[in-house]
């Protein structure tokens, strides 16, 4: 089996290796594949592995999200609500979120299970994963395996206001290329600024990604749930209910009265969840501390650092790409 798996991920690479390639936020570069970019750095041929290989469960719970747009805390979220009967007592000492961060308990399949770069090419055995599976991708919902679809697995999906989305990525991967190669650098907000124009993001273009989640939702609403993370700042008990319930775990009215929302939602909260130790020292297997992925928290923060031109043509390009869709960023 060994062996087989290597054979596998040495095809996966020479199929990578054939594929375009651009320059991208480090040292090595980025290919296209089925239409999006990826680093190499990052994910490794992770997303081909996951495409060929990853089989979706009926009862797969598969969080999906734009990078940058409240991966983390949708984590946190659907983690607290699914497994709410075995750690009932969430402000108690003993709930795995005050322990460990989030994509550690809710790991993504592309960057951690299926990349080469961490799984010493072996295709992963999710099999023996209790049911039902917490999962999560920020791969296109048109690359994921044919299994998601025909499986009737579920999956939430979030993304989050353009702007806001833009300044964050550009804060994260800076952290992340001085992690990772001290001899580069930062980026500029401009030049961020153009790659993210063109769809040169971390599996950009960002609206076509969020382009194939919104038509998925449209199509089949039963088995995707299409969020918001600004909607989610707004109004967090109507979106946590709507959650709980697409998840087949609704809170029942006596959850309800004993503050269960409540609970769940000041346990994932910004304030809490950045404040613990695991969140401000662990690090990632990228070797970047998680305190790299809370670091505002607000909804509108990408005021400060845009310039007017900036949002006026990011809002062009949105609304030309997103025309007709029904969908806005
Ligand atoms: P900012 O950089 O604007 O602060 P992702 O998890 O997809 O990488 O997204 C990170 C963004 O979500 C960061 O945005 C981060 O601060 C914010 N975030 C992380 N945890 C959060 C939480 N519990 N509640 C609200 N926002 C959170």
């Excluded at 080469?116 to 994921?144: E, F, V």
């Excluded at 580069?184 to 969020?210: H, N, R, V």
Aim: glycine share 6%; with cysteine; proline share 5%.
């Amino acid at each position: 089996e060994e062996e087989e798996d290597e054979r596998i991920y040495k095809r996966l690479k020479e199929i990578v290796a054939t594929l375009p390639t651009i320059k991208g936020w480090s040292s090595n570069p980025m290919y296209q594949y089925q239409g999006f970019w990826y680093s190499s750095d990052l994910v490794g041929v992770g997303p081909l592995a996951v495409h060929d290989h990853f089989k979706a469960h009926t009862t797969d719970v598969l969080l999906a999200a734009t990078p940058k747009s409240g991966t983390t805390w949708l984590k946190s979220l659907a983690f607290a609500v699914m497994n709410r009967k075995s750690h009932p007592s969430l402000d108690g000492r003993q709930h795995p979120l005050l322990k460990f961060n989030s994509h550690d308990l809710v790991p993504t399949l592309e960057l951690r299970l299926y990349n080469n770069n961490h799984n010493g090419d072996r295709i992963p055995n999710l099999d023996i994963l209790l049911s039902p599976r917490l999962l999560a991708t920020h791969m296109p919902y048109t690359s994921l395996p044919q299994s998601v679809t025909h499986s009737g697995c579920r999956i939430i999906y979030i993304c989050r206001n353009i702007n806001d989305t833009l300044v964050s990525y550009w804060h994260f991967f800076n952290r992340v290329r001085s992690k990772n190669n001290s001899s580069m650098g930062p980026i500029t907000l401009e030049e961020t600024f153009e790659w993210f124009c063109e769809g040169k993001s971390e599996y950009g273009p960002l609206w076509d990604q969020a382009l194939g989640y919104w038509k998925g939702s449209l199509d089949r609403p039963q088995n995707v749930l299409f969020l918001k993370y600004d909607d989610l700042q707004e109004e967090p008990v109507l979106h946590l209910k709507r959650m709980a319930e697409f998840m087949g775990c609704p809170f029942s009215s006596m959850e309800e009265k004993e503050g269960m929302v409540d609970q769940i939602i000041k346990l994932c909260s910004f304030e809490n969840l950045s404040n613990l130790a695991v969140n401000k020292t662990a690090t990632n297997h990228l070797g970047v501390t998680y305190d790299a992925y809370f670091r505002q928290g607000k909804v509108g923060d990408s005021m400060s650092y845009l310039t007017s031109e900036m949002m006026e043509e990011l809002h062009h390009i949105t609304e030309q790409k997103l025309h007709g869709s029904g969908l806005t960023l």
